[in-house]
């Protein structure tokens, strides 16, 4: 039984806290229920927005079609060989229960993605990633549904083009496909990825060597980490990261460390380096800057962060201004991660 609602405030669904209306809302709870409202004549051509967490969308307006919740629930354990288990995930199970349950059963691969908000069905959007590991790393596969023929379809992993904060949802199948389950391939043989950031230290700092290395330690510091650095969407409003890291070449790279000693890089493939849009705009003297109740965090200048009573348009306006600033003090371009509606 499908329940659809009106004029539906998304305030409590997205983590910057903006305060937009659905014109339409409905929650699924199963596949089925996809299927249900693709047969709705009355919505057929209506505009759908597709809802996890709300934790990497800014709505600059309300929205004035059909959102569209999702909260399939369920991890299933499919199969096991030597050494890998598979498991299936509900679109709707929030991310960070899903690397508890494999946590607490020593299945390896997800420890590095702790405490990500969100859903499972939003992770392959972007490739989810953190502290040296993304999620095209335990994927496997994905069920989604054309949500103009409602044709059911499994994408494999070569299928999704995953690359940096990036997949074929975001581009090519933008609003194509609402994605029901994704299947993960987890390791029964831990590799531990710990040279990223401050891993090592905080390992270090929990009286944790090599010796007594786990899948939960690794986790454990993981979320010391991300809660030492990055403002809960509880305690004020935010989207994670704004803006992606850029990447740039290794000849603009090496003037800009002409004039710029300190700047940071990290090689990704031959001659391309990523660079933190944190560090720039830093530079640029953005951080801890605030208009009304849209600001740039004190701690972290790559969150955008809402004091209270900010819209998205005010969010959009100050990140417009810090690309332009950017791109003027060091001519390089940054552009969003966060889904601007
Ligand atoms: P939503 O915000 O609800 O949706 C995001 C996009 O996916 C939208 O375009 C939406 O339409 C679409 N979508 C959602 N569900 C589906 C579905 N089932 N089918 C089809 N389309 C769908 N991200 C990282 O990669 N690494 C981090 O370290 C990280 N840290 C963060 C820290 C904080 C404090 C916050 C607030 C965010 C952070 N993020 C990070 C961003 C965010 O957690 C991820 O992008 C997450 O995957 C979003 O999940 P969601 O369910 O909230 O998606
Ligand atoms: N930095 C500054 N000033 C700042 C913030 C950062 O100089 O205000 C510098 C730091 O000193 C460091 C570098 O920028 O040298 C990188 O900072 P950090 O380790 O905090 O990571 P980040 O690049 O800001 C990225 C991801 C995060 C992810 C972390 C850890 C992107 C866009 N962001 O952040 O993902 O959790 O690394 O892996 O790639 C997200 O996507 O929403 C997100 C939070």
Known sequence: MLTIESHVSLKPYNTFGIDANARYWVEINQETDIQTLLQLTDFVDTPKLILGGGSNVLLCHDFNGLVVKMNIKGIDVLREDNS??????????????????????????????????????????????????????????????????????????????????ESIF?????????????????????????????????????????????????????IHIRQSKLPDPAQIGNAGSFFKNPEISQDQFDSLKESYPTLPGYPVYDGVVKIPAGWLIEQAGWKGYRSGDAGVHTRQALVLVNYGNTTGDEILALAKRIQKSVLEKFGVAISPEVNIV
């Open 170 to 222: 975001k581009r090519e199948l933008k609003n194509q496909y609402i994605i029901t389950s994704v299947t993960f391939q987890l390791n029964k043989q831990a590799t531990f990825h710990t040279r990223y950031g401050a891993i090592q230290e905080t390992l270090a700092a929990m009286g944790i060597s090599d010796a007594n290395l786990s899948v939960k330690a690794v986790s454990d510091a993981v």
């Open 84 to 165: 890998h288990v598979y498991l299936t995930a509900g679109a709707g199970v929030v991310w960070h229960d899903l690397v508890m349950f494999c946590i607490e059963r020593g299945y390896a691969g997800m420890e590095n993605l702790s405490l990500i908000p969100g859903t499972v069905g939003a992770a392959p959007m972007q490739n989810i990633g953190a502290y040296g590991v993304e999620l095209e790393q335990v994927f496997e596969s994905l069920t989604a549904i054309n949500i103009h023929t409602g044709e059911r379809r499994r994408f494999m992993h070569a299928d999704c083009q995953f690359g940096y904060r």
